[in-house]
C-alpha cells in the first residue's frame, strides 16, 4: 500500500489547525520550538517508507522514550517487572502523586511519569550511565548512528523537575527505589531529552510490527507474547489520562511526549510517528491526534 | 479455521480450575448458581458455530447488558451520549462513588454502573418500558425469539442495589438523570437479569465483528466508525478496573458480568462467549479469564 | 455582665457588611428570605436576657437541629452512637460522598449530613414520628410552646435531597442505616426545616452552659461530662469545614446552619445566637460569624 | 491549687498501661527508647510546679517543635503566615500527600508535616543556622540553658525522610518553598530532634497560659489576640488526625510528638506536659492521652 497520498492529503487537511494548541512551557527549553513545524513517517510491514512535512527533524521524545526504558527494564528484569509497576490505566493525570500514595508507591503502569522512573532505576542498578545505555540501545534501531540526547534540554528539565523529585523520594519511602533518587531523577531526564525524527522513531518501533523481532538484522528485541502486550500497554495507557479517548477515536496502540511526538503501531501493517509541537490540555499533540484519527479512518486500517 | 479443537484442549486444560475463584453473592439469587459451570462458544465470520461445554446454559448476563443498553442509546442519541458519559478507564472500582462525585456527576464510561444508568436513563425516557425494548432488540439478534429476563434474579437485585441508588440519586443531584430514580433502576436491574447463552452472546456481538452490521439479516445496528469505537472502548473499559491486564493478557475487546460470562470480539474474524461462574476479586470470570487467554495464545489471533 | 451594649456596637459596626454573602439557595423555600436580618441573642449564667435587632424573628434553623438531634440520640443510646457515627472532622465540605466511601459509611461526626441522617435513623427507630419527637424536646428548653417546623420549607428541601438521598443510600449499601431510607430523609428534613428565633436557641442551649442541666426546670439533659465533649465536638466540627478558621477566629464552641444561624456556647458564662441570612462560601453566616468574632473579642470572652 | 496528688493519682492508676502501644520506629535512633518511661509536669498560673515520675528526664520533641517554629514563623511574618499554610484540620494522617496536591500545595494547618517545613522554610530564609535560632528561642522560655538538639537523631530521622522530602519537593513544585529542599528538610529535622523533659516544655508554654506573655522575664512572645488562636490550632489539629477525639475526651489544647511528649494548656490556669514514648495508631502518646484526660476529669478544670 502507498501511504503517501494519504499522509499528503492529511497534510493538507491540517494546515489550519498546525499551531493551534500550546508548546509545553514547564521545560525552558522546550518552550522555544515553533509550534508551526507538522511532519509524519510511515514505514510498513514491507521496509518502505512514506513522509511528509518535517518527517527527517529531530525533535525531543519526551516521554515516547518511556517506551524504550520499558522495553530495555523487560530485557533485563523480564514479568519480575510487574512486581513493581503495574499495567493499569491511571485515570488520573500523568504526574498525580495521589493514587501513588494511595497504592503505595507502585505505579500503575509504566508510561506514567513514576512508573518510568521506576524503569529508569532499573537501569540505573545495572548500567553505570543509563543514559548512554538507552542511546546505544536506539542507535542500531533507528538508523541513526549519530543519535544522542539533548544537554541543554535534560538540564532545564532537571531543574523543574520538583515534582518527579516528589515522586521519586515517595517511592523511595515505599521502598520501590533501588538507586539513589537523584541519579535515577538525572537518567530520567536525559533519557526524556534524547532528539528523535519521525522517520527514526517509525523504523524503531519497527520490532513491535513484526511480533517483537526488528526486521532490520532479525534481532529478537522481545519474544512475540511480551511484544503484543506492550502493544495493549501502549493502547490502554499511552497517552496520558486521554488513552480511552485516543483508543476511541484513532485505534492505534500509541506512546505520546510533549515535545509533540505521537508513536503508534498497527501490529503486522506498518509504524507510523507524527510530530507537532503544539499540544491539547491532555499532553498529546493536537494536530498529531487528529493526523492519527484521519489515517485509520482514510486507510481503514485500525486494529478495531 | 475450526475452533472446536483449541476450545477442547481450553476446556481440558482448565479443568482444574474450573470452580476455583467466588460467585458473586452480592445479589442473593444469583449465589445459588454452581460454580462448576463451564461453557465457550465461538461464531467466525463464516457464520460457523463452534462450542464446548455448557455453551447453550443460559445465564445471568449482568453486565454485558450494558454493551447493549449502550447501542441502543447510540442508535437513540448518537453523538449526544457523550455529553452526558465519558470514554476514559476508571482507575476505581466499579461501583465507586469518588470519582463520580469528583467529576460532578459524568461517568468515566457507558461500562461502570453510573455510566450504564445513564444510557438506561436514555432508554427510559424513549421507551415506556426499557426493558422489554432491550429483550426485543436482542431476540433477533441473538435468535432465541423466547429470551427474557429473570424476574426474580431482577427482584433480588434490586432489593440490594442500595449503592446503585446512591449513585443515581448523586448524578440526580448533579443533573444528568432525567426520569426517576427508581424507575431508572428498576430498568437497570431488569437489564442485568436477561439470561442468556454464551452462543446467544456470541451471535448477538456479530454486528461488532462485521463493521456494524449484522451478517444474519444485514441490518445495519451501528455505522462502521461507531462499531469500531464501541470496540475500543470495551478495550479500555469493559472488564471492571483489570481491563489493562486484561488486555495484556488477552488482547480483545471485551465485556464482563458478575454472572461469569464475557463475551469478546476479534474485528474481521470472531465473536467468542465464555461462562463460567466462578470470579477473581476484579469480578472478571476466573476460568473464563484465563480461557480467553489461552485461546488468542492458541490461535495466535488478537488485535495485537 | 451587661451584654447589651456590646450587642448595639456589633450592630452598629456590622450594618455595612449585613445583606453581603448570599442567600443559601438551593432549597427554593430559603432563597425567598431577605439577606438583610440581622439578630443576635445572649442569655448569661445569671439567667439574664441581651438581645438586638430581629432576636425575636422565628428563621429555618436548618443544621443547628443536628444538635439536638445528637443530643436526643445519645439520650437513647449513649456511647454506643459511637459505634455509628465519628468524632473527627471531615476535612471536607459537609455533604462530600468521598469520605463516607473510603470509611467504609460511617460518617466522620454528627455535624455533618451523613452523621446527622445517623442520628435522625437511631431516632425513626423509637419514635414513629421523631419530628414531633423533636419538637416536643425543644418547646420547653425554649420556652417556646408553640414551636414548628415549616411543612412547606420541609416538603422544599426533600424534593431537592438527591445528595442526602445518596449518601443515605451509601450508608445503608455499608449497613449503617436501619430504618427505609425515605423515612429518614422525611424525618431529617423536617428537623432542618423547625423554625425558632435567636432567643429561643440561646435559651434551648443553657444545658450546655451549666454542666448539661438545663436552668429553668433544673432537668439533667446530659451528665456533665457529655454535656463538655459536645462542646468539644463543636468546636472541632460545628461549622463545616472551616472549624478550625471559626474556633482561630471566635474561639467557642458553635453549630451553625445555611438558614444564616449561629449558635455559640461559653461554658459557664453565657449561650449566644446570631442570625443573619446571607452566607459566606463556606455555609455559615458572613454577618453572623464577623458579629461572634467581635464578641468574644469585645468581651475578652473566650475558652482560649 | 495543688496538683501533685492528682498527679500521684494518674500515675498509680495508669500503672497497667504504661508501656502499652508501640515505640516510634521509623526513626531508628528513636526505637531505642524504653517503652517504659513516664513522666508528667504541671506548672500553674501561680508559677507552681508540681511533677510526677520521669518528669526531670529530657526526650525527642519531635512534632512538639511544630507549636515553636509555628511562634518564631509568626513573629517574623505576622499574619501573612497563612497566605502559605491553612488553619484547618487535614481530616487525613499527618503525612499525606494526597491532600497537599489536591490542595495546590498549601498545607492544611502548620501542625502536619508539610505546613511544619513552611514555617521552617520562614526561618532559614531569616537565619543562617536556623536549628540554633529555634534553641536560642527555647532556652530562656525554659530555663534550661544548655538545651540542644541530638545529632544522632537528627541525622536518624533525615536519613529516613524521604515522604518529607517528597513533600518538600511537591510545594516547591507549586511555588511554596523558597529554600533549597534540602536545606529546609535538615533544619526540620534538627527541630524534632531537639531535647526537652516534662518541666521544660512546661515552663516553655508558660506565654499559652498568660496570653501571649512570659511571666519569667514579662517578654511579649506574641500579642493576647494571636496566642489564644494559636491555642485554638492547637485544639483543632495539634494531635494529628486524632484532634476531634482527643478534645472530645480530653478536652485541652494540646501538641504531641512521636517521641511520646504531649504538651497542653489550660488558658488562665496552667500548662502540663506529659512523656510517655509508646504510642497509639494515632501517633499520640497512649500513656499521655490517658493521663490528660484523668487530669481533666480529676480537676475538673478544661476549656469546656
Redesign the interface.
Known amino acids: 500500500m502507498d501511504y503517501t497520498p494519504v499522509l499528503q492529503q492529511i497534510e493538507h487537511e491540517l494546515k489550519p489547525v498546525i499551531g493551534q494548541g500550546r508548546v509545553a512551557s514547564y521545560i525552558p527549553e522546550l518552550a522555544k520550538v515553533s509550534p508551526h513545524h507538522f511532519g509524519m513517517a510511515v514505514v510498513a510491514i514491507d521496509g518502505s517508507l512514506h513522509t511528509v512535512g518535517d518527517a527527517h527533524v529531530p525533535f525531543s521524545i519526551q516521554s515516547i522514550s518511556k517506551l524504550f526504558t520499558l522495553v530495555m527494564a523487560l530485557q533485563l528484569e523480564g514479568e519480575r517487572v510487574w512486581d513493581r509497576v ?7 493525570p500523568f504526574n ?4 501513588l ?2 497504592e503505595s508507591g507502585k505505579p ?2 509504566p508510561f506514567i511519569n513514576p512508573g518510568a522512573l521506576v524503569c529508569t532505576d532499573i537501569l540505573c542498578t545495572r548500567y553505570a550511565v543509563p543514559e548512554n545505555a538507552v542511546v546505544e540501545f536506539l542507535r542500531p534501531l533507528s538508523g541513526n548512528k549519530a543519535m544522542h540526547y539533548n544537554r541543554a534540554v535534560a538540564a532545564s528539565e532537571r531543574r523543574t523537575s ?2 518527579n ?6 517511592m ?2 515505599f521502598g520501590n527505589l533501588a538507586n539513589d ?1 537523584d541519579e535515577v531523577l538525572d537518567a530520567y531526564c536525559r533519557h526524556c531529552a534524547i532528539e528523535m525524527s519521525c522517520v527514526e522513531l517509525a523504523h524503531a518501533a519497527r520490532f513491535l510490527v513484526h511480533g517483537g523481532t526488528h526486521p532490520g538484522d532479525h534481532a529478537a528485541i522481545l519474544g512475540t ?1 511480551l511484544a ?2 506492550i ?3 501502549m ?3 499511552g497517552t496520558y ?5 485516543f ?3 484513532v ?1 492505534l ?1 500509541a506512546k505520546s511526549g510533549v515535545g509533540g511526538g505521537i508513536l503508534a503501531v498497527m ?1 503486522g501493517q506498518y509504524a507510523v510517528c507524527v510530530w507537532s509541537p503544539a499540544l491539547e490540555p491532555s499532553g498529546n499533540s493536537l494536530a498529531g491526534s487528529l493526523a492519527l484519527e484521519r489515517f485509520t ?1 482514510l486507510t481503514g486500517q ?3
Open positions: 503495574g499495567r493499569e490505566p491511571s485515570g488520573t498525580s502523586l495521589i493514587q500514595e494511595a500503575r503502569n520538583h515534582r523529585a516528589a515522586m521519586a523520594h515517595l523511595k519511602a533518587v507474547s503484543k502486550r502493544n495493549a500497554l493502547l490502554t495507557c489520562d486521554a488513552a480511552g479517548d483508543a476511541f477515536r485505534g496502540p501490529p479512518t485500525s486494529i478495531f
